[in-house]
């Protein structure tokens, strides 16, 4: 079972990351879990040792994305264990669904892709967790309760790639702060803040009424008007600059 992990440690040390409320509210009934992974081996691993958890109980098993999301459809689970490339469907690609068919559900990504961009595109799909498989499976068990307590779990080693990334675009924005903020139109402006709420195009053009290919345009002009890179960065800034709020 260790080398279903990883290097496994008896100690408790290094957990992930934990955001929001205080774990450890009472709870009535376990934790339903439906663990999503490729390997066969790997998902019964983690039925065994989460089974002998009283207060978490696996619900279900699925061997790729689509899998996923027909079983969090049908079960409705609490927690989903979910890797990150797949076949057919891949983890994150599933998240967006997941949450529609399931918007309880609540994702925490288990994989061994350390790519910052799997992580920021999870964190982007809905995902509530992001952890390494080197994690022991005492943390494991742990991350489960924090998350469906209200917490966010993320490897120490992923966290503070995102704490990087953060502040290079914070400095990014501020060595802007001496050019005057380009005026974006209002349709611009109405885009930029679907943008922010995280929609996609698809959507974005629904509640506007206009083409997908109008919104991408709208959206490269505001790239281009802003000098940035990536639709996270537009909303940053937009937010620094007060050409935006979001409540």
């Known amino acids: 079972m260790a080398d279903s992990f990883g290097p496994m440690r008896d100690e408790g040390a290094d957990h992930g990351i934990g955001i929001g409320t205080d774990a450890g ?6 934790i339903r879990v439906l663990v999503v992974d490729d390997h066969a081996l790997f998902r019964r691993g983690l ?3 989460l089974a002998a ?3 978490i109980q696996v619900v279900g098993e699925a061997g790729d994305g689509a899998e996923a999301v027909d079983k969090a459809a049908d079960l409705l689970p609490d927690i989903i264990l979910m890797d990150v490339r797949m076949p057919k469907r891949g983890g994150i690609e599933a998240c967006t669904s997941i949450k529609e068919v399931a918007p309880s559900a609540k994702i925490i990504m288990l994989t061994i892709s350390d790519e910052e961009a799997d992580l920021y595109d999870a964190i982007k799909a809905g995902a509530t967790g992001y952890l390494l498989k080197e994690i022991s499976t005492d943390e494991v068990a742990t991350a489960i309760r924090a998350v469906a307590d209200g917490q966010s779990q993320i490897s120490p080693s992923m966290a503070s790639k995102l704490l990087t990334e953060f502040k290079s675009m914070i400095q990014r924005t501020d060595e802007r702060r001496l050019v ?3 005026r974006l139109t209002d349709r611009e402006l109405e885009v930029l803040k679907l943008v922010a709420t995280g929609m996609n195009n698809r959507d974005i053009a629904k509640e506007l009424f206009i083409s997908e290919n109008t919104v991408k345009n709208h959206v490269r002009n505001i790239l281009e008007k802003l000098q940035l890179h990536s639709r996270m960065e537009a909303v940053v800034y937009a937010m620094r600059e007060k050409i935006l709020e979001i409540r």
């Open 25 to 30: 509210a009472s709870r009535k009934e376990p």
């Open 47 to 49: 039925e065994i040792v």
């Open 53 to 55: 958890e009283e207060d």
């Open 180 to 182: 005057p903020a380009p």
